[in-house]
């Protein structure tokens, strides 16, 4: 995860007249991070990203690092309220009895959520889904073949009214498959969400060019959030800076609150006792 400062707006964007915040969420598979950590921030800050859901990483116990430009939080540290994001790695195909335990450990999980919250799913999920449509679920620019952790995938994002955002968006293929290895490709990698994000998703795709000596491919997702805050932009430096509260002087056009400061500001003033240096001090 990112980190952040309170007066940071870099990744801020205007739409029709509002401001929308920008967010970078990607997931990859890295086949173990001993001795590639700086090579993965290197990569992250390169396409800017803020929050990366990391699989496979065999590092052990729980916690979290403070890695330069990044905090790393891995083996389930508990997740801030109103957003929540769980990161996966699923058993690989042909360990039935596992996959069928993960997804109801996963379940679990997912009830745990309270029903408010913005929900992203990511990981390496291991399975491959098709492009058979299911409305508001799975889309059709998947790839052909389904598997059996594929349709496991399928039926629990049905019934969860999860949405596979891998699959709703039209590229090329070398921006859609996340595994390629022996001459053989899939995708297996996936950005999931609910529903309460479904209007702030932008786009989900592949990018080959980041390499950390895996098989996967990184994945990235983009999502705008308006922000509530009101925001000027200074062309010169490229800052953007809140606009100062408003005066409402014409509430002043009232007697009872015309009165009412004057008494108040009274109250702040000290009377002058006519000496300089006691007065100007």
């Known amino acids: 995860m990112k980190k952040w400062t309170d007066t940071q707006y870099d990744n801020t964007a205007r739409f029709d007249g509002q401001r929308f915040g920008k967010l970078k969420v990607a997931t990859w598979n890295v086949r173990g991070i001993a001795g590639k ?13 803020d929050i990366a859901i990391i699989t496979e990483t065999k590092k052990k116990n729980k916690g979290s690092e403070d890695i330069s430009n990044y905090v790393m939080i891995y083996c389930g540290v508990p997740a801030t309220r109103n957003f929540t994001i769980v990161g996966v790695y699923a058993p690989v195909e042909g ?42 679920c799975i889309g059709t620019y998947g790839e052909q073949v389904t598997n059996y952790n594929g349709a496991a995938l399928r039926d629990f994002c049905a019934f969860n009214k999860l949405k596979v955002t ?46 950390i000596d895996s098989g996967h491919m990184l994945v990235e997702s983009k999502f705008k959030f308006l922000t509530h805050a009101k ?22 056009e009232q007697e009872s609150i015309r009165t009412l400061y004057r008494n108040r500001l009274k109250g702040k003033l000290t009377p002058l006792t006519g000496e300089i240096d006691t007065d100007w001090m």
């Open 166 to 211: 891998n699959s709703f968006y039209r590229h090329k293929d070398i921006h859609k498959f996340t595994w390629e290895a022996r001459g053989t490709r899939s995708i297996i990698d996936y950005v999931i969400k609910n529903d309460r994000l479904k209007s702030n998703i932008e786009d989900t795709r592949v990018f080959r060019g980041s390499k």
């Open 231 to 252: 925001y000027s932009y200074n062309k010169m430096d490229k800052t953007i800076y809140k606009k100062p509260p408003a005066f409402k002087v014409h509430l002043l």
């Open 37 to 49: 950590m700086e090579e993965l921030q290197t990569e992250l800050l390169k396409r800017k990203i």
């Open 95 to 136: 360990k039935e009895q596992e996959m069928e335990e993960f997804y109801r450990e996963l379940l679990q999980s997912i009830d745990k959520i309270p029903k408010k919250e913005n929900i992203i799913l990511a990981g390496d999920f291991n399975g491959r889904i098709g492009n058979h449509p299911i409305s508001e």
